[in-house]
Every structure is written in structure tokens, then in C-alpha cells.
């Protein structure tokens, strides 16, 4: 057992957990964010992802213990009170989810995809999209949606990210 | 996934003396490989020795004619480094193929070099490139570091601290990716070091990344995508699965060394 401190959606949590713990595990069944999804065994749908320290990463192919001090964003994390993130409104504009479990996953990838072209100022083409959500797999929608939901939203936040500088 | 006790090692000799003292200790990197095989119950280490934060093993630089990437330095921070993208872009393209973003904010090169997996990228480029290995007590060329599937050279406490890559005239590294995995199917790495042309294959050796002679004696005689056309590259002591037959991936072997041949210019 170890004792493992993170700040989660900003606040800071402190439990006790077998060494063992994936950060999946650690977020559902120990703070009872189940909005992480799992949908495999293999480290091969992204359904897991959440960002820690700014980088997106699999839950499911993490240790909660090696990430100590680490700060964790989880999908409960992105919308502000009652506003939703961009990332998600776009979701549901484009209808880009039918049952809706790979989502968190796709929407936590779309703002990492979408900040990381930002910040290296690079234009995020259709082609870059398809490209980068390499590691989330959805069984339904077919990805056409998805992607023209990560498309719209980097247009609204690079607004956002105008507007505040 | 079994019963561990994990260890944050705070310097690459801490690390040495937990794995001396552990019963079956084992060091975790990005944990990309070794996390999934430890939940799939094939890997069962007692105490697990965390290195991927060190200092002493992050970053790249630029050492005489030489370029140096630290052993816990990841995926994506090789694809994205400016040096590695000036002297050898042919490592940042493939370090950027390596599975998924997340896999690549992840994992590092120490961790697949260490690994040696039949179908892995990094394996590919260390011995094209004609890399040296160095570990926390001695540097092992890359010919002499690959020892077959899954294993190395690397004795059972030692650490890769960096790896040192001659900067090549030309290179290039062509994948034909596991449609499902991203590993490659095939993957071939081309490099024209001093003169001497050598050629990596990987996904495709029954044991393990190796290089292809007959195509490197043809590419030094010339350097086109049509000397590749005469060579006879054999299906055998290459890989059958469910994914291809050892005649599949010898003719992949060919397309891939053309394409990576075409894009070294
Ligand atoms: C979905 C998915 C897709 C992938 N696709 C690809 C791909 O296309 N191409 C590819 O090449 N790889 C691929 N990988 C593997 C990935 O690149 C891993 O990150 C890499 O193989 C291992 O690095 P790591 O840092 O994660 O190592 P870990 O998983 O932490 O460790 C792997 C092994 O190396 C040992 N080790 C780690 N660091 C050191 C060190 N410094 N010295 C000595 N031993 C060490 C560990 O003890 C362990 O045995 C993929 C992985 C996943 C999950
Ligand atoms: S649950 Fe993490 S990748 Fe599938
Ligand atoms: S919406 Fe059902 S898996 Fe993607």
C-alpha cells in the first residue's frame, strides 16, 4: 500500500491504494469518477484517457502510485459548472456519439489534439485529426461526426484562446 | 494484475541497488509495454523500480558528431525536438509513428530498446543507424545489443542511461503498420553512414530486428529505388502469423526498403 496524493478536476485528494492500483481504477472505484471509461484489456481504445500535467495519457496503462503530485483532468473536469466545453458542444452539435463509451475518451484526445496544434501553430487539417485519433476507437458513429465535432471546436477555441490573450 | 511494491528511484544507482536487492524486481519507464503485459498476468515482477522521471536520463543533445537522447526520453518529445528534427528527422518521423499520442506522451526509447520487440520502431533505427547503448556501466554497439525476440544484451540489473546515434548522410524509415496494433507489419530503416549503406528490418525476423545484406551490397553499389528490384530477399527465417506469411512480409520487406529508399532522396 502506498499513500498517493493527486489534484483531480483541481482538487486535491489523498487516499491509501495497493501499489497495483491502475490510474483508471484509482479514479472509479476510489474517488468514484466513472465517467473514465475501460473498453479494453489491451491499451488499444483510449476510452481511459485523461490528461495528467497537460499530456493525455491511458488511465488503464498507468499506476496511480507513479503519479504522485501529478495533476489529473477527467472528463468531470472540462465543463465549467453548467457551460460545456466547447469539446463537448461540438459533440452534441455533430451528433458525434451514438452510445456514448468511448466519448470521455474522445472528447478528453479532441482538447489535447486541439491544444497541442495550438501551441505548436500548426494548422489541424481533417487528415490530422483522422490521423491523431489513432488511439480511440468508437464502434458507432463511423468517426465522420467525430471529427467534424473536434474540427468545429478548434475554431471555437482558437476564438477563446484569441480572445484571452 | 498481482501484488507489487513499487519504488520512485531518485538516481539510476538508487535504482541499480533496489533491483540488487528485490527478489524479482524489474525498472518501469512509460510502463507502455510492461503495464498492459503485466495485466495480461505475463509478467509478474515483485517490486517495480520507477526511473521515468529521473533527470540523468531525460532529454537530447548534440555530443560531437553524435546525437544523445537520454534512456527515459518519450516518444513524442523526440518527434517534436529540434535537433533530433535537424540532424536526424528520419528518427523524429518515427518516433511520431509509434502507436498513439498517448502511447507516445508515454513511452520512451530506453523502454523499446530494452524491450526488443520483433515489431518495434526504435530497434530499427539503433542498428541502421549503428547506434551505442549506454548503460550505467559500459557502451554496446548496436550489433552486438540485439539478442533475438524480446531480448537484449543487457544484463538483469542493468540500466540504459542513453543512446548515441552517428548523424547519417541520409536516412529514412519506411512502416507498414499493424492495421491494429500500429506496430509495424514490416518496417525497414535505411541510412547512409560514411559511405556504407545499412539497412534494418524489423517486424518481420523470427528473431528480431536484423539487417538485410543482400540489400545493403545493392544500395551501395546503388542508391535507387530500382536496385532494390534485383535483390532476393527470402521468406526464410521471417515470421508467419495471423496477420501474414513469411512471403507476405519478405515482399514488404522490398516495398518498404524502396519507400524508405525514395524518401532518404
Ligand atoms: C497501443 C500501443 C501501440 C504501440 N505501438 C508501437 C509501435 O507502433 N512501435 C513501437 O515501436 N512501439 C509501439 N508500442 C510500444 C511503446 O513504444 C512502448 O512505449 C515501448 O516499447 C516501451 O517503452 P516504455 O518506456 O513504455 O517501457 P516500459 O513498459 O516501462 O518497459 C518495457 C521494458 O523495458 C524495461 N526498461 C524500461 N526502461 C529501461 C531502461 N532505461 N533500461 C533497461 N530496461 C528498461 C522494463 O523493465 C521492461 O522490461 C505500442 C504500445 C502500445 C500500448
Ligand atoms: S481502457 Fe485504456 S486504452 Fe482501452
Ligand atoms: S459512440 Fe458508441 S463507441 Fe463511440
Avoid at chain 2, 67 to 81: E, F, I, K, M, P
Wanted: proline share 3%; glycine share 8%; net charge negative.
Amino acid at each position: 500500500m502506498s499513500r498517493v496524493k493527486l489534484t483531480v478536476n483541481g482538487q486535491t485528494v489523498s487516499r491509501e491504494v495497493p501499489d497495483n492500483t491502475l490510474l483508471s481504477q484509482f479514479l472509479r472505484e476510489d474517488l468514484r469518477l466513472t465517467g473514465t471509461h475501460v473498453g479494453c484489456d489491451t491499451s488499444q481504445c483510449g476510452a481511459c484517457l485523461v490528461h495528467v500535467d497537460g499530456r493525455a495519457i491511458k488511465a488503464c496503462t498507468t499506476l496511480a502510485v507513479s503519479l504522485d503530485g501529478a495533476d489529473v483532468t477527467t472528463i468531470e473536469g472540462v465543463a465549467n459548472g453548467d457551460d460545456l466545453h466547447p469539446m463537448q458542444t461540438a459533440f452534441n452539435t455533430h451528433h458525434g456519439l451514438q452510445c456514448g463509451f468511448c466519448t470521455p475518451g474522445m472528447v478528453m484526445a479532441g482538447i489535447d489534439i486541439v491544444t497541442r496544434y495550438q501551441a505548436m501553430g500548426q494548422p489541424l487539417t481533417e487528415a490530422a485529426i483522422r490521423e491523431e485519433l489513432e488511439g480511440n476507437l468508437c464502434r458507432c458513429t463511423g468517426y465522420h461526426n467525430i471529427v467534424k465535432a473536434i474540427a468545429d471546436a478548434a475554431q471555437t477555441m482558437s476564438g477563446a484562446a484569441k480572445a484571452a490573450q | 494484475m498481482y501484488e507489487l511494491k513499487y519504488h520512485k528511484a531518485t538516481s539510476v544507482a538508487d535504482a541499480v541497488a533496489i533491483l540488487g536487492d528485490a527478489e524479482d524486481g524489474k525498472v518501469i519507464a512509460g510502463g507502455q509495454t510492461l503495464v498492459p503485459t503485466m495485466k495480461q498476468h505475463l509478467a509478474a515482477p515483485s517490486d517495480l523500480i520507477d526511473i521515468r522521471a529521473l533527470a540523468e536520463l531525460q532529454g537530447v543533445c548534440i555530443k560531437g558528431d553524435a546525437l544523445v537522447v537520454g534512456a527515459a526520453t518519450r516518444h513524442a518529445d523526440v518527434a517534436l525536438h529540434t535537433d533530433v528534427r535537424t540532424h536526424i528527422p528520419a528518427l523524429a518521423r518515427l518516433a511520431a509513428g509509434i502507436g498513439d499520442p498517448a502511447v507516445r506522451a508515454m513511452g520512451t526509447i530506453g523502454g523499446s530498446l530494452a524491450n526488443n520487440d520483433p515489431s518495434a520502431c526504435y530497434p530499427a533505427a539503433a542498428l541502421a543507424l549503428n547506434a551505442t547503448i549506454i548503460t550505467d556501466r559500459r557502451e554496446v554497439d548496436a550489433d552486438a545489443f540485439f539478442a533475438g525476440m524480446f531480448a537484449t544484451d543487457l544484463d538483469e540489473d542493468e540500466i540504459i542511461t542513453s543512446v548515441r546515434f552517428p548523424i547519417p548522410e541520409k536516412a529514412a524509415y519506411a512502416k507498414f503498420p499493424n492495421p491494429a496494433s500500429r506496430y509495424a507489419m514490416v518496417g525497414v530503416f535505411v541510412a547512409v553512414l560514411d559511405g556504407d549503406v545499412r539497412v534494418a528490418v524489423t517486424g518481420a525476423g523470427e528473431d528480431g530486428v536484423f539487417c538485410h545484406k543482400g540489400l545493403e551490397a545493392a544500395l551501395a553499389a546503388r542508391f535507387t529505388s530500382a536496385a532494390v528490384d534485383g535483390v532476393d530477399v527470402s521468406e526464410e527465417e521471417l515470421m508467419s502469423d495471423l496477420h501474414g506469411s513469411a512471403a507476405y512480409r519478405a515482399q514488404l520487406i522490398k516495398v518498404m526498403a524502396k519507400r524508405a529508399v525514395i524518401a532518404a532522396g
